[in-house]
């Protein structure tokens, strides 16, 4: 793994993921529900940076149980998946468009969206759940549901939604990306050490590092969405577009500058902290790069 | 558990579960949330009848583990708590009472509803995940997410949606209930097989059995649901009420004599499979007739 770039890891990474993907929504039989599956496949296989399975697959290593990895990966972007759909729905962010296309509840209708939402998270559970049944001491669905849930993703997104604005400052904002999206990114992480192989000491201070990891880049990368928020709407349709729907971000709050430095700082703990494990894949640090660096 | 009467055996469930129930959604740290957490609650915790659980711990019997069998009471309450608040969204079936009172997005807005009945559905497999560390060997968490998601209650509701009330039979119904009602009762019969402590070969046999008694109960108990909608509605504001929302019933396709006549016949078939088991809780046979007695 060490031999690549970074760049043709991720690519590697979508070319064995996507079929992977495709059968985790295959269905045997609907007879009467082939639009719940279409709405399914539709956000899912629209593409997608699949950073998060890069980040149990880095964690993991090359000695990992790798149906167990493959298992994780596809359960993460399923759980995602889902969060993004959600996150688009008319009462949430009421988005229109998601990864370049029309957002699911626009072409299969709110009803169909909110179904194919909890049907995406059912179906990543059930992944996590076989992973452990293979190796119970893993606890991927416990480690998921909590990330998930009211601690996790999900409280995040209602500070999110109901958080007046002006209440909004570097430490809510930290609070809210920290749980909507750090928390799953932080799960990655600590599964991915899990999966190795190395004895259970081993993992639990990897895991430490691991958590580290992967709650700075989730935050910073999340900054970057904002970031590349506000610089897109104000190329393409002048800056107030995207703060006039109501949320403010680190950029609209602190400022472009402040943010940026915020994200590099976030990043630098990041990469700091690789120092601290016992081995740690050099395209670790090459991913907050990436993260620094992407343009979509 | 024999020597109690079957209303006696509910009370005493309900008077259990309900403090675990609580716990299951106190949450430590809710520095911007409350109102999600109360969310959860107000739905969680405004009763419910807790025929589920009975069927889990009726199936799982007196030398079961008790631990986890409490575990999986509070997960299917977690689970169907969150597909109930799904169903009464304005998008889905529009409800505006739900356990007499105002339904969840009516009181709390509907992105909160869709946030909380998402955190219940996390929670409930956290609950199983623990199971599972515990005793791999039950895979609750593959069995419950399959019976929640595309092939199980949410492809049945999402038939229920979308259906044509032409396309309406006693087929298509049974199908929509089958899944929709039918699954997640039957993952808790097998559950509570598999929470016994009798040996692998043993638990196989009596999880068949628990299929088949629970899915004719859980198509049972979906009937009666809509007889009694259907009387409640007549006797309140009259009998086009209901219908009018849409949905076509078991009631409003094949009439009321005939709907009673399948839940009999059903009921029976659920009866008549106890003598199948190499064991089975008698209350089990009077859960039936509770189901068909029910006035609420």
Redesign the interface.
């Known amino acids: 793994m060490n031999s690549v770039s970074l760049v043709g890891f991720l690519d590697q990474l979508v070319r064995d993921l996507t079929p992977r993907l495709e059968r985790a ?1 295959e ?7 082939p ?3 279409e709405a ?1 496949r539709y956000t899912l296989l629209a593409g997608g940076k699949r950073i998060r399975p890069a980040v149990i697959e880095l964690w993991a290593g090359d000695d990992a149980d790798r149906e167990s990895v493959a298992d994780a990966q596809v359960a993460v972007e399923l759980i995602h998946t889902a969060s993004l759909i ?1 996150d688009d ?1 008319p ?2 962010d009421d988005a229109h468009l998601r990864r370049g296309r029309p957002a699911c509840h626009r072409v299969f ?4 969206a ?2 194919a ?3 995406l ?3 990543g ?2 992944y ?3 992973i ?2 293979r190796r ?1 001491e893993v ?4 480690m998921f ?2 990330a ?5 993703m ?2 995040g ?3 999110d ?3 007046e604005a002006e209440r909004r400052d570097f430490d ?1 904002l930290e ?2 990306h920290r749980h909507k999206t750090g928390a799953l990114f932080e799960a990655c992480g600590r599964l991915g050490c899990r999966l190795s192989r190395a004895p259970s000491q081993t993992v639990s201070a990897r895991e430490e590092v691991a958590r580290v990891y992967s709650r700075n880049l989730g935050l910073a990368f999340q900054i970057k969405d904002d970031l590349l928020d506000a610089t897109g709407h104000a190329d393409e349709m002048g800056k107030d577009a995207r703060q006039d729907r109501g949320k403010p971000t680190f950029v609209s709050v602190l400022g472009q500058k402040a943010s940026v430095e915020i994200m590099e700082r976030l990043l630098a703990t990041a990469r700091e902290s690789l120092h601290h494990a016992d081995r740690a894949d050099p395209l670790l640090g090459e991913l907050c790069d990436y993260v620094m660096a992407r343009t979509k």
């Not at 269905?27 to 529900?33: A, G, I, N, Q, V």
């Not at 998930?148 to 996790?152: N, S, T």
């Open positions: 929504v269905e045997p039989s609907h007879r009467y529900t639009e719940l599956r399914l959600l729905l009462s949430m209708g709110v009803d169909t909110i179904l939402a909890t049907a998270l059912a179906r559970f059930e996590l759940g076989g452990d049944a119970p606890q991927a669905t416990v549901a909590h998930v849930g009211l601690e996790g999900i409280g997104q209602h500070v939604l109901r958080l809510s609070y809210i």
